[in-house]
């Protein structure tokens, strides 16, 4: 069993900056991928950004690139999701996944049903 630990998150003003981490801990080494998705009241989770842990590939939604960076630590099993220019239509519940399989055999890396693991979540607050 693998668990997910979040942190980071919380309050701050359009333009401003946060820092998110998730580590995996427990059955971690088979894992692949490592990454985030959030969550708006009334909408659907979507991907944010996910990264290989063997080959350091990220992917990224449209909507957060050239903004929000994703970065891996594989000594200690942690990515960190650092943003920038932050506006209030990123504020959301954000949830670290984690995915064992490599190829994605087609599907894209962006739906929530290709993870295996998920962190309880952790709130972003965007005040404009």
């Known amino acids: 069993q693998v668990q997910l630990v979040e942190s980071g998150g919380g309050s701050v003003q359009a333009g401003g900056s946060l820092r998110l981490s998730c580590a995996a801990a427990?059955?971690?080494?088979?894992?692949?991928?490592m990454g985030w998705f959030r969550q708006a009241p009334g909408k659907e989770r979507e991907g944010v950004a996910v990264i290989s842990l063997t080959f350091g590939t990220t992917y990224y939604a449209d909507s957060v690139k050239d903004r929000f960076t994703i970065s891996q630590d594989n000594a200690k099993m942690t990515v960190t999701l650092q943003m920038n220019s932050l506006k209030p239509e990123d504020a959301a519940m954000y949830f670290c996944?984690?995915?064992?399989?490599?190829?994605?055999?087609?599907?894209?890396?962006?739906?929530?049903?290709?993870?295996?693991?998920w962190g309880q979540g952790t709130q972003v607050l965007v005040s404009s």
């Open positions: 427990g059955y971690s080494y088979a894992i692949e991928y």
């Open positions: 996944a984690a995915r064992n399989q490599y190829s994605w055999y087609g599907r894209s890396w962006s739906s929530d049903r290709e993870y295996d693991y």
